[in-house]
Structure formats: C-alpha cells, structure tokens
C-alpha cells in the first residue's frame, strides 16, 4: 500500500511540475512591444536614435530594443504602419496628450508652400535634450561667405554644454525611467510623458537652467 502512495505521489509531483514549467515556458514567451528613443546617437548622422523596445513578462529575461527610423517611429506612433507597439493603430500622440503632432497636408503661408508631412515638434527637439549644439557639421555653400552664415544647423539645444547635459540636467532624466540618461531607452509612458513635458515652455526653461 505504502509503494502504491509512492507511485501516486510521485505521478502527482510529475504532473504538476510539468504544468510549472509549461507555464513558464508561456510566461517567457509573452512579451509586450512599446515606441521609445535614446539621446545615443544613430545611423546615418542622427543625432539620436529610435527604437521598438520588447518587454518581457518573465522578469528573468532582459528587455530588448531595436532601432527604427524616425520616420517609422513616426509612422507607427500615428497608427500609419502595422506593428505591435500600436496593435490598435491608434494616434499614441493624442493618446498621451502630445498636439500638433500629425500627418500634414501642403499649405500656403505668405505665399509660400510650406510642405507637409509627418510632422512632430517634440519628436524633432529630443536632440537638444543631450547636445548644446547640432552635433554634426554641415557644409556650407559655396556661393556663400561663411563668416555671414551664423547657423546652419536646427538652432540651439538645450543641453548646459556643448556635448552633453550638466548633472542637474542627468538628475531631470532620471525621473522618466531611466538610470543612465545618455545610453538608456526612454520607454512606454515615461518616453511619452517626457515629449509631453518638452511641450510645455515652463519645463523647457527649468531644464535649460538646471
């Protein structure tokens, strides 16, 4: 009787770790996708770098980033391409509360065509959280004296210094999420609190003085 309780007891135990490891196999291989970006910079002379960033449910697995354009990282936040860090194709912009962030048509200012596009004023200044200037050289005509050109670039940033933000500034960074501001992805709702907050001209001047 003894050897047949033994038999059950372990055909249980069986069982039941079968089903834990099955369920931990299911655990593993769910994860959720989400938009984010870094201040590190990318491809192509940009001056930062866009990412779909995986996050797995077994906290065991570390989480996963790959780069995407800005323009797909565009393209996706406004529902425009199919992919699983917008599986409802939605407006994550107007989601999050992020305005005049959208697909624009051509249109005529003082006579002028003013073209259109995927246009995203936050999206476009995340550069001038890490650099005090545009980073990159850029050329200058040659028809033209460049002791007249005073910037040839997308104006200032933001950053205390040239290269990199001063340490009140690392300090403001940490708080959407991330534990080194220069090389971590700002992800899920802390990248989209933080182009929100870029959007508030109060914000801007606190970081610009920190």
């Not at 299911?26 to 866009?50: H, Q, R």
């Not at 890490?130 to 670039?153: C, D, S």
Request: a neutral charge; glycine letters at 10%.
């Amino acid at each position: 009787m003894k050897k047949a309780y033994g038999i059950i007891f372990l055909f249980l135990l069986s069982i039941l770790s079968f089903g834990l490891l099955q369920q931990s196999t299911e655990t593993s291989l769910y994860c959720k996708e989400y938009l984010g970006f870094s201040l590190m910079p990318g491809a192509n002379s940009t001056a930062v770098s866009f990412h779909v960033v995986k996050k797995w449910d077994d906290p065991a697995k570390p989480i996963e980033a790959y780069n995407i354009s800005q323009q797909e990282f565009m393209r996706i936040a406004l529902g425009l391409q199919p992919s699983n860090a917008n599986p409802g194709g939605k407006n994550l912009f107007a989601e999050n509360g992020i305005s005049e962030c959208g697909l624009f048509n051509d249109t005529i200012i003082n006579h002028m065509i003013v073209k259109g596009g995927m246009k995203c004023n936050p999206v476009d200044d995340i550069w001038r959280l890490r650099w005090g200037q545009w980073p990159f050289y850029i050329a200058v005509p040659r028809n033209v004296n460049p002791n007249t050109v005073q910037n040839l670039g997308p104006g200032p940033g933001w950053a205390q210094k040239p290269l990199q933000p001063s340490e009140g500034q690392l300090e403001i960074l940490k708080s959407y999420g991330v534990t080194d501001p220069m090389v971590d992805v700002f992800w899920g709702n802390n990248a989209w609190k933080l182009l929100k907050d870029m959007q508030n001209p109060d914000w801007v001047s606190s970081y610009r003085g920190s």
